[in-house]
């Protein structure tokens, strides 16, 4: 409905909705959803301002000839009101009140942007919806509708609980049970809720065709492309989806909505992870708020095995608007499962399902200390400290595994198991020839969590560099010689100057048979810096050979 938008949506059948009540609105004029005679087609578009094309001769653009509308078989208008708090359409009065003159049922609609604080934001929007629209219980007029089609940024759980506290907020507001207007995706992955907004009517816009209307929405937008004679341009069209003598209740404002007190469905979707040693982070789905806000939830942790010791239940409370809480007073070691229930102004809600096990453990973390490269030939000297992450005192006496995996295999071998000492530290040494992963891995306990580092070790190769003079006339020949160890036979070596604050290639040669090289060189400038690098192989880091001075007179 926001311009733009849907245009780029998704359509197709089969989509999960949830079962629209729509017996809370007919319930008090004693009909029934089923077996009553269908309505044919009412059909009906939905505008805003930007179907009144620019024209300095008017305020609002030009006008949409509502009577041209309503003869051009349609039934119903629902104008756009609002956005946000700060947005009211200009041309709203007109629309809104011209097409009832004209002989529509007419509605009108709340373009969502959810935002924090999720509860006062929601509410706020719907008090500036409801006091735009003024009063909606009169004769020809459409419940109030909520465009969702925005996150605003927020959480799965708070956008849910944003819409209901919106929702709700328009009912106390209005006497009248909203409407919500969404689009299939939305609706199905980004909400992902149906059972949340099961007392409220769904509007669902799906456009592949008048074919494939959503099975349980009560009005289907099925097209952004409509043509209505009276209205510029291309307009959003819609159908009521109900029978004849629902559309006698929806369409009038007279009628009654009744709003029975009633406690929240239970909450699911339930997951819970170990947040620290004693503590864990459950979050949950709302489900249908029941006549009102829900107000708290209520948090349970109970142990998985009953034969746990001495571990009891732990609960912690938090407000209606959260959709996460931290469970503390959890017992290292224990296997939990979490319940969530919610409770409003009429009651509690029934205790959710269970969450899968969690098992709290005692964090830890080790700390290594692992050289970046080395020159071949030298040790590589590894340590490590292992220690809580919630206290950080070391652990003494733990065995931690070291494993390595050379660069050009793919499996770990294990090199050793060290024992931590009183400050929680293990240390060794390495000889490595050629470039290593190392691995250092404790394994955990009943109550202490597993904890690995991996660390990777490049093996340089040694190489010398030799000046066959230090001091030459300019121009004359100095010879730069040496070796690398090891060598790869045909291995690119690069001879370096350093100029201008930085090392820059001048000429490169090739390792012999042997491993030397040799480059030939005629300085001219009084001060010369030279070094020689090895480059990279598959097996070792490039070797960098140390800088030599050659002044020339």
């Known amino acids: ?23 809370l609105l007919l319930g008090a004029a004693g009909l029934t959803p089923a077996g009553a005679q269908t309505t044919g ?15 300095s001769a008017h305020h609002c653009g030009a006008p949409i000839n509502w009577t041209k509308v309503a003869k051009d078989d349609v039934a119903f208008a629902i104008v756009k009101a609002t956005e946000g708090t700060t947005y009211l359409n200009p041309c709203f009065a007109e629309d809104y009140d011209g097409s009832l003159q004209a002989g529509l049922v007419h509605g009108a609609y709340h373009f969502a942007r959810p935002a924090t604080p999720v509860v006062s934001s929601a509410q706020q929007q719907a008090d500036y919806f409801a006091n735009a629209v003024g009063s909606l219980t009169e004769p020809d007029t459409l419940p109030p509708a909520l465009d969702l089609e925005a ?11 944003w819409a209901q506290a919106f929702l709700l907020r328009l009912r106390h507001d209005t006497g009248r049970i909203p409407m919500i207007y969404t689009y299939p995706t939305f609706w199905n992955s980004t909400l992902g809720d149906p059972s949340a907004f099961a007392p409220f009517p769904l509007w669902m ?21 409509g043509n209505i004679n009276g209205i510029s341009g291309h307009v959003d069209l819609s159908k009521f989806l109900g029978t004849s003598k629902q559309w006698a209740v929806v369409s009038d404002g007279t009628i009654a909505s009744p709003w029975t007190a009633a406690p929240p469905s239970r909450p699911h979707g339930v997951h819970a992870t170990a947040a620290s ?16 806000r829900v107000t708290k939830y209520t948090v349970t942790a109970t142990p998985a095995d009953p034969a746990a010791g001495d571990a009891a239940a732990a609960t912690t409370k938090v407000a209606g608007s959260a959709t996460t809480a931290t469970v503390a007073g959890l017992e290292p070691g224990v296997s939990y499962t979490f319940a969530v229930t919610a409770t409003n102004a009429a009651g509690t809600s029934p205790i959710s399902n269970a969450s899968a096990p969690v098992t709290i453990m005692i964090p830890t973390l080790l700390t290594p200390t692992v050289p970046d490269s080395i020159t071949y030939g030298d040790p590589a000297a590894i340590s490590a400290t292992l220690t809580r992450t919630d206290t950080n005192q070391p652990l003494a006496g733990r065995h931690v595994v070291l494993s390595v ?9 294990q090199k050793a198991v060290l024992q931590t000492d009183s400050d929680g530290t293990v240390s060794t040494q390495l000889h490595p020839t050629r470039n290593l992963d190392i691995e250092l891995t404790y394994r955990g306990s009943a109550k202490l969590q597993a904890a690995t580092v991996v660390r990777t070790i490049l093996v340089r190769p040694a190489v010398t560099a030799h000046l066959s003079r230090s001091s030459v006339k300019s121009g004359h020949l100095v010879l730069l010689s040496g070796r690398a160890s090891p060598f790869v036979a045909g291995q690119t070596v690069r001879r370096e100057g350093h100029y201008s604050g930085g090392w820059h290639l001048w000429d490169t040669s090739k390792l012999s048979k042997h491993g030397h ?9 009084k001060v010369n810096v030279y070094r020689v690098v090895a480059v990279a192989t598959h097996h070792r880091a490039r070797g960098i050979s140390p800088s030599r001075t050659v002044h020339a007179r």
């Not at 087609?41 to 024209?55: C, E, F, I, K």
């Not at 996150?151 to 609980?161: E, F, K, P, V, Y």
């Not at 040693?277 to 009102?292: C, D, M």
């Open 405 to 413: 995996r050379h660069h050009d295999a793919t499996t770990w071998r």
């Open 1 to 23: 409905m926001q311009r733009g938008l849907l245009r780029l949506r998704l359509s197709g059948r089969g989509l999960a909705t949830t079962a629209v009540s729509v017996a």
């Open 41 to 55: 087609t009412l059909r009906g578009p939905d505008v805003a301002s930007y179907q009144h094309p620019g024209t």
């Open 277 to 292: 040693a004693h503590s864990a982070t459950v979050s949950w789905l709302p489900g249908n708020s029941g006549s009102s």
């Open 205 to 225: 816009a799906s456009y592949c065709h008048q074919t494939c209307a959503p099975p349980d929405a009560l009005l289907y937008q099925y097209t952004p492309g």
């Open 151 to 161: 996150t605003g940024g927020l959480s799965r759980g708070a956008l849910i609980t």
């Open 517 to 525: 090289y040799a480059f030939r060189i005629h300085p001219t400038v």
